[in-house]
């Protein structure tokens, strides 16, 4: 990956809508220029999905929380991943260092929805020991991917 490459990936990252034609005028190469960098960034798998930022309030989604669990046996890890990945209220799902083995981002429609995920759903799963949630009050940045310029 070179220069050109990282900035159609942040081109795309800030619309991912951009066509090859105004790509190619953004970066200064010719459109099928453009379309070949970007099969080569698809087979590579740098360039994964091309997908869009949703207002999670404007949807009904007014409750950001971050949650961090605490399995009670490394035996139950398998069966933890399978299940928790499936709900749709988690956005993420990260293993961490530290005191707790994962960090899960989830959004929840109010405090009821959330309190129901947690004791309905989350600790009832095999294998979870501890929670510990934080909700965010406000959100300052949120991005999808990092930018590659400037860093």
């Known amino acids: 990956m070179d220069k050109t490459d990282l900035a159609i990936l942040d081109i795309l ?67 933890f991943k399978n299940v928790i990945t499936k709900y749709p209220a988690v956005l993420e799902c990260h293993k961490v260092t530290g005191e ?13 929805h959330l309190e129901h995920f947690l004791f309905q759903k989350l ?3 095999r294998g979870v020991g501890e ?3 934080t909700i965010t009050l406000e959100n300052l940045k949120e991005e999808i991917n990092g930018s590659f310029i400037g860093l």
Not at 21 to 42: F, G, H, N, Q, Y
Not at 102 to 111: G, H, I, M, Q, R
């Open 123 to 125: 600790k009832q799963v």
């Open 13 to 79: 990252k800030k619309d991912s809508r951009q066509s090859s034609k105004k790509i190619s005028e953004m970066v200064d190469l010719s459109t099928p220029a453009v379309i070949e960098r970007l099969r080569k960034l698809e087979n590579s798998g740098v360039l994964q999905q091309y997908t869009i930022k949703m207002d999670r309030k404007k949807l009904g989604q007014s409750i950001l929380a971050f949650i961090s669990v605490k399995l009670d046996r490394t035996g139950n890890t398998n069966n």
């Open 100 to 112: 707790y083995d994962y960090l899960l981002k989830v959004a929840a429609t109010d405090l009821s």
């Open 131 to 133: 929670t510990q949630t």
